[in-house]
T-cell receptor, first 115, second 112 residues
Framework: NAGVMQNPRHLVRRRGQEARLRCSPM?????VYWYRQLPEEGLKFMVY????????ESGMPKERFSAEFPKEGPSILRIQQVVRGDSAAYFC?????????????FGAGSRLTVL | AQSVTQLGSHVSVSEGALVLLRCNYSSSVPPYLFWYVQYPNQGLQLLLKYTTGATLVKGINGFEAEFKKSETSFHLTKPSAHMSDAAEYFCAVGSGYSTLTFGKGTMLLVSP
């Protein structure tokens, strides 16, 4: 029973390139959450999605960042025209329907380095 | 709105000593409270959580935490530290179907 799978685990991009981070939720989970961890900081909520629907994107930067969770396939966090300040660990978590905060399972994270 | 304050970005203890990591929260609704541990370059592992019921919660690896509503606290303790406990610990607050709000983390250092 695989947990939350994130890939790639490590990603290096040059400034101006695009970064795509993928998250496959646990089996039976239909809700996905993305968090960002900057150096010396805790995790900051970015976006909460159900399949084909963004529920809460209050933590997403207004520009260059987008997220989707299609009917088929993993959730994708997309960062366009990356800058050095985007270097961080991006964590995905999933929960079952009607689950919420008390039943989140986290993935191992994707670490983005922008040169 | 919810927030979490973890007192002390770094805590150092000797092996065998008591571990105490402090967490205070703010929440306008009854909170769910969590402690997570993160080892270097790894993801978050849930140590324990409080949702409802008994206020003293026992978790994995000998850790426990007590929810004190009057003090808005949820401090993490372990009677005797092991070298393997060295990691970063995050306190988080949530409620119902909301997302989690994390503290900035406390790095636990364990010396022989």
């Amino acid at each position: 029973n695989a947990g939350v799978m994130q890939n790639p685990r490590h990603l290096v991009r040059r400034r101006g390139q695009e970064a795509r981070l993928r998250c496959s939720p646990m089996k039976g989970h239909s809700h996905v959450y993305w968090y960002r961890q900057l150096p010396e900081e805790g995790l900051k909520f970015m976006v909460y999605l159900q399949k084909e629907n963004i529920i809460d994107e209050s933590g997403m930067p207004k520009e260059r960042f987008s997220a989707e969770f299609p009917k088929e396939g993993p959730s994708i966090l997309r960062i366009q025209q990356v800058v050095r300040g985007d270097s961080a660990a991006y964590f995905c978590a999933s929960s079952p329907p009607l689950g919420g905060a008390n039943v989140l399972t986290f993935g191992a994270g994707s670490r983005l380095t922008v040169l | 709105a919810q927030s979490v304050t973890q007192l002390g970005s770094h805590v150092s203890v000797s092996e065998g000593a008591l571990v105490l990591l402090r967490c205070n929260y703010s929440s306008s609704v009854p909170p769910y409270l969590f402690w997570y541990v993160q080892y270097p370059n790894q993801g978050l592992q849930l140590l324990l959580k409080y949702t409802t019921g008994a206020t003293l919660v026992k978790g994995i690896n000998g850790f426990e935490a007590e929810f004190k509503k009057s003090e808005t606290s949820f401090h993490l303790t372990k009677p005797s530290a092991h070298m393997s406990d060295a990691a970063e610990y995050f306190c988080a607050v949530g409620s119902g179907y909301s997302t989690l709000t994390f503290g900035k983390g406390t790095m636990l250092l364990v010396s022989p």
